[in-house]
């Protein structure tokens, strides 16, 4: 079963913007992890952040993650017009090691 | 190049035609997975391997087979394609077994459309 949800569904912006994404999950998590998947093309890992962490930094991208309320957010800050692209977020649960459950994703635009 | 190599990247076939998508990692990755994604439906897992000759079911296994025989190859076989089958599909492995705690490396995918 689909366990993350992304808000919103799509999301479209200048270049220079912030953009914000949710992520809401259901059961309890050992990690949660976010993805971006271009046009066409496999999904690629951004960062991933335990749930023992409140908040992560990798470059331009700001994950946080609230166990309390069972929901992350994904800011990338200063879009550009190459950040266009699917984003997704993914659960590792507790005891079940063995896989990640994703979201629905959400599409962001770009345009300069 | 560290990748996850997936074939074919498309393929147009008939309901009931047994077809074979491969998956092969050249990173000595424990870990693989088979997924589909569909719209408005994110990934769902199929099938995963935390080893070789452990296969085990994900949340849609139902029409599909894995194997596991070696460590960096994990074929995806539909042994009697329907149209429900359709669907863009991804291979993705990670390091250790315990795929669900660490970031994957995905396949650029494999779209079927079955007729």
């Known amino acids: 079963s689909q366990q993350g949800e992304e808000d919103p569904q799509a999301l479209s912006i200048q270049e220079g913007e912030n953009a914000t994404m949710n992520c809401s999950y259901k059961?309890?998590?050992?990690?949660l992890q976010w993805y971006r998947q271009n046009s066409g093309r496999g999904l690629v890992h951004l960062i991933l952040?335990?749930?023992?962490?409140r908040e992560k930094h990798s470059g331009r991208l700001r994950v946080t993650l609230d166990t309390s309320k069972k929901s992350s957010s994904l800011l990338i800050t200063a879009s550009r017009a190459a950040d266009t692209a699917s984003y997704f977020c993914?659960?590792?649960?507790?005891?079940?090691?063995?896989?990640?459950?994703f979201g629905t994703g959400t599409r962001l635009q770009v345009t300069l | 190049e560290a990748q996850v190599t997936q074939n074919p990247r498309y393929l147009i076939t008939v309901t009931g035609k047994k077809l074979t998508v491969t998956c092969s990692q050249n990173?000595?990755?424990?870990?693989m997975s088979w997924y589909r994604q569909d719209p408005g439906l994110g990934l769902r897992q199929i099938y995963y391997?935390?080893?070789?000759?452990?296969?085990d079911k994900g949340d849609v296994p139902e029409g599909y087979k894995v194997s596991r025989k070696e460590k960096r190859n994990f074929p995806l076989i539909l042994e009697s394609p329907s149209p429900n089958q359709t669907s863009l599909y991804f291979c993705?492995?990670?390091?250790?077994?315990?795929?669900?705690?660490?970031?994957?490396?995905f396949g650029d995918g494999t779209r079927l459309s079955i007729l």
């Open positions: 391997s935390m080893n070789v000759e452990v296969t």
């Open positions: 952040i335990r749930s023992n962490e």
């Open positions: 993914a659960s590792g649960g507790v005891g079940t090691a063995s896989k990640l459950t």
């Open positions: 993705a492995s990670s390091l250790t077994r315990t795929g669900g705690n660490q970031p994957q490396h």
């Open positions: 990173m000595n990755h424990e870990y």
């Open positions: 059961t309890s998590i050992n990690n």
